[in-house]
Each structure stands twice: as structure tokens, then as C-alpha cells.
């Protein structure tokens, strides 16, 4: 069987009412186009579409169920500018990117080998123009908030202050919430939970000095492509506030 056809086997059953993870037709339409074998260890990956998670650079590369309940649960539409913390090896920022555009999508992870891992992963996979960047998940990423949506792939008792104040007004953020139970709830800008997902088990949203990979910062080719523009644009006392390089 072909990778295409079995994508579309591992959508259907995820269809399925006897499971019921996937109602939206953009996320089906997504999960049958992203490659998840470019996600997932090499050994493993005749089994990338049975529904089960993997094991890599010690994060777990969330089961096709799981991705699709936080996505449903997220419901990000075309033209979105979207946030996701803890993006792991990249495969749910693929499936967000193939949905809003790549070039919408800001990914951030605290640990440092997992970012050039999502990076590479991203890139063969077509969706290059995903920005993954390291940084700590409690203080999002403010260069290019605010987001329409925020996706957090990782739990804490509640959502941060810092990343609900980069929502849009009309914003959600969707984080699981809570420490050995977990609810996978959606909030508006204000901190209100407008909406519960179902049970859930994610490892807690880790802090800086916790995460296994180092602090080092360096620059990717959409970057460099905005800065220039940027540059190319400026104007004598204008002042522009943008990315710090020197971090």
C-alpha cells in the first residue's frame, strides 16, 4: 500500500464515529496531505500511520488522534496567524501550515535539538516557511504576535499571562489544563475557558534551565528574507521594532 493510500486509511478511521476525532474537513483534508514518515524515527516509519506515538530526542511525537484533538480543539481557519508551543519535531505545525499557510505559522520549543530536528523536518516536508525558533513557552513569541490562535502542546494549571496577552482580541489559545488530570480546554484573551476537548495527558510546559538542549539562537532563511525586506523598506527616522539578532 502506498504512503497516499494509507494517510487516507488513518483519516477515515480517525473519521470514524466509533472514535469521533475528526469532524473538520480542512484538518481531514490536511492529515491526508502531510507526510508523517518525515516525522517520525526511520525505523519506524512503515508504522507512521498506525495511531501511536514515538519517542525522539526525548519529546513524544504525538499519536494521529491526539494531533487531531488538539487541532479540532484549536480550529484554525485559512490566513490565521498561528503560535504553537512546544512544536517538537514539527509534525502538528505541518498539518497547521498546510491548512493556514506556512508562512503564518510561528513554532517555538525550549529545547534547542528540537528545533533543528522540526526545522528539518518542516523543510523536507515542503513547509520551510514555518518559523521554529527556541524559546522559553511562558513567554511566547512577540514578534509577530498577536495570533488568531495559539496552541500549546504541553500542560499547565493555567494558561500564561504573557501568551494570552499576545491574542487578538477575538483570539483563543488551547492548552491542556492541569497537572496529573488534564482537560484540554480552549480560552478567549481574557483567561475564560470558553470550551472543553476531553481528557488528556501532556507533559508539564517546561521552564528555561529544565529542557535538555542548549540556549544557542541562530537565524533561518525566512527570516533572513523578512529582515531584508524590512531593510529595503526603511525609511530615515522611522523606528521599527523587530527581532533582537543578538539574542
Known amino acids: 500500500m502506498d504512503r497516499a493510500a494509507m494517510r487516507d486509511e488513518m483519516v477515515a478511521s480517525l473519521e470514524h464515529e466509533s472514535k469521533g476525532y ?22 519506524r516509519a512503515e508504522q507512521a500511520y498506525t495511531d501511536q506515538s514515538f519517542e525522539q530526542a526525548g519529546s513524544r ?7 487531531a484533538q488538539l487541532l479540532e480543539a484549536l480550529s484554525p481557519t485559512a490566513g490565521d496567524s498561528v503560535l504553537i508551543v512546544g512544536s517538537g519535531v514539527g509534525y502538528t505545525a505541518a498539518i497547521v501550515a498546510e491548512i493556514v499557510g506556512a508562512e503564518n ?35 511566547g513569541y512577540a514578534p509577530y504576535a498577536p495570533y488568531d490562535r495559539i496552541l500549546v502542546e504541553a500542560a499547565a494549571v493555567r494558561p500564561p ?20 488530570s488534564q482537560i484540554l480546554a480552549r480560552y478567549d484573551r481574557d483567561g475564560e475557558r470558553v470550551g472543553e476537548f476531553g481528557r488528556v495527558s501532556f507533559n508539564p510546559l517546561l521552564l528555561e534551565g529544565e529542557q535538555h538542549g542548549t540556549i544557542e539562537r ?12 524590512r531593510e529595503r523598506s526603511r525609511q530615515s527616522g522611522w523606528e521599527h521594532n523587530w527581532i533582537d539578532w543578538t539574542r
Not at 218 to 229: T, Y
Open 218 to 229: 541562530n537565524r533561518m532563511h525566512r527570516e533572513d528574507q523578512e529582515f531584508a525586506a
Open 61 to 67: 511525537i504525538l499519536s494521529p488522534s491526539r494531533v
Open 22 to 43: 475528526l469532524e473538520s474537513a480542512a484538518i481531514s483534508v490536511a492529515m491526508r496531505t502531510v507526510p508523517r514518515e518525515l516525522f517520525v524515527p526511520s525505523d
Open 105 to 139: 505559522v510561528q513554532a517555538i520549543d525550549i529545547d534547542r535539538q528540537l528545533v533543528i530536528i522540526a526545522r528539518q523536518n518542516l523543510d523536507r516536508a515542503g513547509y520551510g516557511d514555518v518559523l521554529v525558533d527556541r524559546a522559553d513557552g511562558t513567554d
Open 161 to 180: 499571562a504573557t501568551l494570552l496577552a499576545q491574542l487578538r482580541e477575538e483570539g483563543t489559545l488551547v492548552l491542556p489544563t492541569g497537572t496529573q
